[in-house]
């Protein structure tokens, strides 16, 4: 059922890489989120996006940008990965009326 | 600067019914309240919403108390595959606002 995309669902990467984490929808939302996630710990945000050619920092500060071309697509890129950077990313999108829906997660490792 | 507070963690014996508590006694009169669920680290799932009444759908009942400053997430027959983190936060339908999660409920079931 899932309408929200992630790509890729892992990915290893070497430090000082530029990497592009990819999200898009189906839903015609106007919202996007971006949520960073350690393993057993809670979700924090990152980036937010109200609609198109908004984006917004999140509670966490993040080396990460985001940007919002089109309505349907979201993607987060770091210009030079780091090992703290390793996390999980889950990006996510609602409507006016609608809850949250979530990808499935990128789960990055930096080495 | 989630908006809801939760216990850490929680038991329940498989087949009973599950009742997570969230307090969101700072609750605007046009804020919402949603529950979530995250198994493993998959994204999380949404469960239900209620704004003043009662609500109940096929996974879960809602239970908002009259000045809505808490509520009470019902699962009414726990099996081993509800055990997960839940989260109860608050917001708005409509309107901008960033979505924060906080730490959530590690609920349990046990066999």
């Known amino acids: 059922e899932a309408d929200i995309y992630q790509t890729p669902r892992y990915l290893v990467i070497g430090t000082g890489k530029k990497i592009t984490l990819e999200c898009s929808q189906t839903m015609g939302h106007d919202k996007m989120y971006w949520y960073q996630q350690d393993p057993g710990m809670e979700l924090h945000l990152i980036h937010y996006s109200y609609g198109v050619n908004s984006t917004e920092k999140g509670d966490l500060s993040s080396e990460s940008t985001v940007s919002r071309i089109r309505t349907e697509h979201f993607p987060l890129t770091l210009e030079s990965a780091r090992p703290s950077h390793t996390s999980q990313y889950l990006c996510?999108?609602?409507?006016?009326?609608?809850?949250?829906?979530f990808g499935n997660g990128t789960r990055l490792t930096v080495t | 600067d989630a908006k809801t507070t939760q216990p850490t963690s929680m038991d329940c014996a498989e087949g009973r019914a599950a009742n997570l508590p969230c307090n969101h006694s700072?609750?605007?009169?046009?804020?919402?309240v949603y529950w979530y669920r995250q198994i493993h680290s998959q994204g999380p799932q949404y469960i239900i919403h209620?704004?003043?009444n009662n609500e109940t759908n096929e996974m879960a009942s809602l239970i908002i108390t009259e000045d809505r400053k808490s509520s009470t997430l019902i699962l009414p027959h726990a099996t081993l595959r509800d055990t997960a983190v839940y989260y109860c936060i608050v917001r708005p339908h409509f309107g901008n606002e960033k979505l924060t999660f906080g730490t959530g409920t590690r609920l349990t079931i046990i066999p």
């Open positions: 209620g704004l003043k």
């Open positions: 700072t609750i605007s009169g046009n804020e919402y």
């Open positions: 996510a999108s609602s409507g006016n009326l609608t809850p949250l829906h």
